[in-house]
């Protein structure tokens, strides 16, 4: 192994370790305000380490979230594509549920990375390492709605107006679970209960014009 490559190891390993100190600081109600400073001090680096890799506390949240997505990404990928339509559907809904409830810290974290002020105060690669991870989600949610429109298991309206409807019940069914802390039998039986609500959404305009 080169110099080079044995440096370029080193920073991403103290990158690594950066991130994983920020998560376990953010792992609080007061998460926002946790300093870069306190950060340093979890990873056992200096301050001015930590700006060599990320230049504001912003931009952290943003590499956490960038984390979490394409973590999101790879277990979607993983659902059998042998499955019809709606199956994989929910199967989508359940796995995208079980991240976030398995990763309350991401979850935080997705929500205050997805305000509409917030991309501003990123640079402009990792504004767009945000930006590409969550368009390649979206695109991953609305190429299984197409197929479902083409199949004529799914409504033929826009596949935007499919997506925005299923993710406003999903954003609104953790959100309320968080609230509320339902226990593991009541939260499992929520999902089934959001599932059934998105697949009916996603599925009532075909069924109305299968009847006519």
Known sequence: ??????????????????????????????????????????????????????????????????????????SLQQIDTRLD???????????????????????????????????????????????????DLENLYLDLLREGVEERVIADVPLPVLLRGASAAMTGATTILYRQRFDGETAAEYIEQISDFIVAGVTARQRQSDER
């Open 1 to 74: 192994m080169g110099v080079a490559e044995r440096r370029q190891r080193e920073f991403l390993r103290r990158e690594r370790d950066i991130l994983d100190a920020a998560l376990s600081l953010f792992n609080s109600d007061r998460w926002q305000s946790v300093t870069v400073e306190q950060i340093a001090e979890k990873a056992e680096i200096g301050k001015g380490t930590v700006y060599k890799h990320f230049s504001s506390k912003d931009e952290i949240y943003a590499r956490l979230a960038v984390d979490f997505y394409r973590m999101q990404m790879k």
């Open 85 to 135: 339509v709606i199956a994989r559907l929910r199967a989508v809904v359940r796995r995208i549920w079980d991240a976030h409830m398995d990763h309350p810290v991401e979850h935080r974290l997705l929500q205050f990375v997805q305000r509409a002020d917030f991309s501003h105060l990123l640079t402009p690669g990792v504004r767009k390492e945000l930006d590409d991870i969550s368009q």
